[in-house]
């Protein structure tokens, strides 16, 4: 193998041990599933060097191939329809100077004499061993996948159970809540107004975003939040005699009451509150 081949072995087997070896720095400050967590428990100094030899081995018989000087048999064939004059004149001369009169020689070839000193060449240089080479490769390859087995096993128990938790969170987002009182951390009890259909994760979502950061003495004020479809808001603030149009200046996206201390808002957590108004009765 030239130098190049050898180099790029090495290097296949650096990045392979680096990525397995390092893989928990790798990932950074990303949050560590229990995927990776998974491989973070397989990947010790063993098994990462362990693959990471059996790599370069397999990068190492796919590059391999005998290697000699591409003119060596052609010349070979050329030296043969030589006189032994000629023989003893050119074996007289230097490197260079044999190289020159061989080519010379080759130019006044026939094109029987082409053909044959192709035949020649192909004859006699060194073939590699197909059948060696797959199955040194088949090996490798077995070797690769008994020792990842049991890492592939495990990332996909982690896996499933991950998807499984995701199913979880996923129904409990979506569970619909109607005319129901709700009670989240640090805010008044939430009140879901009768007729309004809401998804739980849809309202702690608005909570957290737009609610939780209002200054504490506004929450502090407030002993009920209602809640509801911002298709219903209008109706509602027309049945509670509230204008939140203020004179058609625009639509307030909730409003206050002083008479029971509450405020009433409309959920849409695709929609941006920071500009909108809040109107007061």
Not at 45 to 70: G, R
Not at 126 to 134: A, D, G, Q
Not at 223 to 243: E, L, Q, S, W, Y
């Amino acid at each position: 193998m030239n130098r190049s081949k050898v180099m790029f072995s090495g290097l296949v087997f650096s990045v392979v041990f680096g990525l397995m070896y390092w893989y928990r720095d790798l990932l950074g400050n990303k949050e560590i599933t229990i995927m990776d967590q998974s491989l973070i428990d397989h990947f010790d100094l063993k098994l990462c060097l362990t693959v990471a030899v059996l790599s370069m081995l397999l990068i190492v018989v796919l590059l391999y191939s005998k290697e000699v000087d591409p003119d060596q048999y052609r010349f070979e064939y050329i030296r043969s329809t030589l006189s032994e004059d000629e023989l003893k004149r050119i074996d007289g001369l230097d490197k260079e100077s044999k190289r020159i009169a061989y080519e010379k020689r080759s130019n006044e070839f026939s094109y029987k004499q082409i053909l044959e000193c192709r035949n020649y060449v192909n004859e006699n240089k060194p073939k590699t061993s197909w059948l060696l080479k797959v199955g040194l490769l088949s090996l490798i390859s077995a070797a690769l996948v008994m020792v990842l087995s049991p890492v592939y096993k495990d990332y996909k128990t982690a896996q499933n159970e991950y998807n499984e938790i995701l199913r979880l969170q996923e129904e409990a987002y979506n569970q619909i809540i109607e005319d129901e009182y709700i009670t989240l951390d640090g805010l008044p009890t939430i009140h879901v107004i009768p007729g309004n259909s809401l998804k739980i994760g849809d309202v702690q979502k608005y909570m957290d975003l737009f609610v939780k950061s209002q200054p504490n003495f506004l929450l502090s004020n407030c002993r009920m939040i209602h809640i509801c479809d911002p298709k219903n808001f209008m109706d509602i603030a027309i049945a509670d005699g509230v204008d939140v149009t203020a004179g058609g200046q625009g639509t307030a996206y909730a409003y206050a009451s002083s008479d029971d201390f509450s405020i009433t808002l409309q959920i849409d957590v695709d929609e941006d509150y920071g500009q909108k108004r809040c109107s007061e009765s």
